[in-house]
């Protein structure tokens, strides 16, 4: 056992849509003491210390969080983030695809997903939906890495084989449906990963390919699913033009089987109140990624109009079309969409979006999101403010919203002190820092 002293913040229902308030949904445990198991499991949660013989460590005056969960990344896209002056289809060609062939190589694909991985952690990210490239070693080296960082990770290798370039294209719908099953065979299930079927978007696969996809989801329910939709105008129109006979963007999914209740689709920002309803019924998720629809010049997601439709949202970076692995900077930015249309999103609705309200999205509330006893201790713990401006903000705050509302605005990984993977600390600030001022040197 070991014991963890800081503010302690989790949701324990989904707070309503405006309320600063959430009584019953918020709770926030100020000084309390975190509990964990030897099995790396939160064993409980308290006001005074614990026994004298238990281990601690006191972050008193620190604020302690679930690790976040982004719901929708790319682990060959670290370097792609910031490539300028191009909207969807034009940096995927330019920028996106060119990075991506390099993960062909084996040590490229292992390199590259340990990077990431140690990234997502250094941010304050646990547990992640994750696209890596069409390569079978690309999906084989990111479940390798989270397996040994002991991560909740949901992936599968991408399918891809029309308009993309060589060295990005499966050979046949047979060649990649052998490298599915086979991942799905090794990974499925295995410690904490899922296979995701992961189909880029509709333009990329041929209706061969979205057919034998939409076979191994429907042949398997426990399986996840994770694509791109309506996410620019040109790439809608795009779409229609392959797929005359859909409905819709959507709909070309929902055809051959890939809308379900695990299937998470990144973007979502041009759909109908069919498609939402459509959304509401298979109980998929739509996966927001604020940072990326601003960067990419993509449009306004409609939060609003899915909770219209009782349809799920959960939070996401799209990394390398996002500009940062920051959830803050990501909940942030979904402010600032939100404002730009007349909304306002409250620091719960977007805090449990990105903890509680994924893991629900996802089937994974008994293991991940919350504070509760028997969940597994994926947790984090940051700094309240770290520079005058900030600490000067902080200290200005009246209540408990604006407090953590000023937080999520102006707090980035730079306030993460350390993150904790079933119990085990996989991330420390204080030696990251020492590992850079050594470098610099
Ligand atoms: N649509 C198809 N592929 C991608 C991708 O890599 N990033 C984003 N943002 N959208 C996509
Ligand atoms: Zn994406």
Redesign the pocket.
């Known amino acids: 056992m070991k014991a963890y002293r800081a503010d302690l913040l989790d949701f324990q229902r989904t707070p309503a849509w405006g309320d600063t308030l959430a009584e019953g949904a918020v709770r926030f445990r100020a000084d309390h003491w975190l509990l964990v198991d030897g099995d790396g499991r939160i064993a409980g949660v308290q006001p005074q210390p614990p026994d004298p013989g238990i281990e601690r460590e006191d972050w008193r005056g620190h604020l302690l969080l679930p690790g976040f969960i982004d719901t929708h990344v790319?682990s060959s896209?670290v370097g792609v983030m910031a490539s300028y002056g191009t909207a969807?289809l034009d940096w995927?060609n330019n920028y996106?695809f060119p990075a991506e062939r390099a993960w062909a190589d084996p040590e490229v694909a292992a390199q590259g997903s340990a990077h990431f991985l140690d990234a997502l952690l250094a941010h304050g990210t646990t547990a992640a939906v994750v696209f890596p490239t069409v390569h079978k070693g690309s999906a084989e080296a990111l479940f390798q890495a989270a397996d040994e960082r002991q991560m909740r990770v949901i992936a599968g290798k991408v399918l891809m084989d029309r308009h993309a370039p060589e060295g990005l294209r499966d050979l046949s719908a047979s060649q990649a449906e052998r490298d599915c099953i086979d991942l799905i065979d090794r990974w499925h299930g295995r410690g904490r990963a899922s296979y995701a079927i992961t189909v880029?978007?509709a333009p990329t696969s041929t209706p061969e390919q979205l057919a034998m996809a939409g076979a191994l989801c429907r042949a398997n329910e426990t399986l996840y699913m994770q694509t791109?939709v309506a996410?620019n105008r040109d790439e809608v129109k795009w779409v229609g033009e392959l797929f005359p006979h859909a409905r819709s963007y959507l709909d070309v999914y929902a055809r051959v089987g890939l809308l379900h209740r695990r299937s998470v689709l990144a973007h979502g920002i041009w759909l109908d109140a069919e498609d939402r309803a459509a959304l509401r019924h298979a109980g998929a998720q739509i996966a927001f990624c604020p940072s990326?629809n601003l960067f990419?010049g993509s449009g306004l997601f409609d939060w609003p109009a899915m909770l219209g439709a009782d349809a799920a949202v959960s939070m996401a970076s799209?990394v390398g079309?996002g500009t940062s692995l920051s959830m803050q900077r990501t909940l942030s930015d979904g402010y600032k969409v939100l404002a730009l249309a007349g909304h306002k999103l409250t620091a719960w609705t977007a805090l449990h979006a990105a903890t509680r309200g994924a893991a629900q999205a996802l089937l994974l509330a008994d293991e991940i999101g919350t504070l509760e006893p028997g969940r597994l201790a994926d947790f984090t713990v940051w700094r309240w403010a770290a520079t005058p401006v900030d600490t000067e903000r902080q200290r200005l705050a009246r209540d408990l919203h604006e407090k953590v509302f000023a937080w999520m605005t102006l707090a980035d990984e730079r306030h993460l002190r350390a993150t904790w993977v079933a119990g085990r600390k996989r991330f420390d600030a204080t030696n990251e820092n020492a590992k850079t001022t050594t470098r610099a040197h």
């Open positions: 790319h896209q969807l995927l996106t880029r978007f791109h996410e990326s990419l799209d079309g």
